[in-house]
T-cell receptor, first 112, second 110 residues
Framework: KAGVTQTPRYLIKTRGQQVTLSCSPI?????VSWYQQTPGQGLQFLFE???????NKGNFPGRFSGRQFSNSRSEMNVSTLELGDSALYLC???????????FGPGTRLTVT | GQQVMQIPQYQHVQEGEDFTTYCNSS?????IQWYKQRPGGHPVFLIQ?????EVKKQKRLTFQFGEAKKNSSLHITATQTTDVGTYFC??????????FGKGTTLSVSS
């Protein structure tokens, strides 16, 4: 099976802009979770989508949003970018139960 | 929500020494998972523990789940430079989010 893929892998944006990141889960996986990873805060949970519905949400401002399509692919959007949004954004997929998650390689976002 | 805490945050060892990281929760966990993230990489699933007192081994790695299902440990015997990375423990239940702690970063000098 192909692994989780994320596009783009690297991105440089300017403050105030918006960005959309994409995640394609492993075939058959219906759950996609998004995380933000920074050196200071570690891995922070953003949200989880299961069967096109947001099932869980972390403690991030409304500038961070996401969606999931019928083929389980997911996108996350960050509007009005701030310098502090610079991070590695990881998505992970699983079957939707309480099992292991499979992570993608991440998108490295730099906001200048 | 449930949260797991890990200690230590950083650990440096000489190659060949043993290493242990501990994961603690204030609430009873339904299961615990361990992940490893190499520098520049992404988290990779290592193992899941479900039963009280469970012990699982993967070569030089030994994972334990406490009797009360509130703590867990990962022990590496005779570390190698390939063991370098950050080890995360986490827990979830079906339908809830997987919340990661800050992990233990292991460095190994040869």
């Amino acid at each position: 099976k192909a692994g989780v893929t994320q596009t783009p892998r690297y991105l440089i944006k300017t403050r105030g802009q918006q960005v959309t990141l994409s995640c394609s889960p492993i075939s058959g996986h219906r759950s996609v979770s998004w995380y933000q990873q920074t050196p200071g805060q570690g891995l922070q949970f953003l949200f989880e989508y299961f069967s096109e519905t947001q099932r869980n949400k972390g403690n991030f401002p409304g500038r961070f949003s996401g969606r999931q399509f019928s083929n389980s692919r997911s996108e996350m959007n960050v509007s009005t970018l701030e310098l502090g949004d610079s991070a590695l954004y990881l998505c992970a997929s699983d079957t939707g139960g309480a099992g292991e998650q499979y992570f993608g390689p991440g998108t490295r976002l730099t906001v200048t | 929500g449930q949260q797991v805490m890990q200690i230590p945050q950083y650990q440096h060892v000489q190659e060949g020494e043993d290493f242990t990281t501990y994961c603690n929760s204030s609430t009873t966990l339904s299961n615990i998972q361990w992940y490893k993230q190499r520098p520049g990489g992404h988290p990779v699933f290592l193992i899941q523990l479900v039963k009280s007192g469970e012990v699982k081994k993967q070569k030089r790695l030994t994972f334990q789940f406490g009797e009360a299902k509130k703590n867990s440990s990962l022990h590496i015997t005779a570390t190698q430079t390939t063991d370098v990375g950050t080890y995360f423990c986490t827990a979830n239940q079906a339908g809830t989010a997987l919340i990661f702690g800050k992990g233990t970063t292991l460095s190994v000098s040869s």
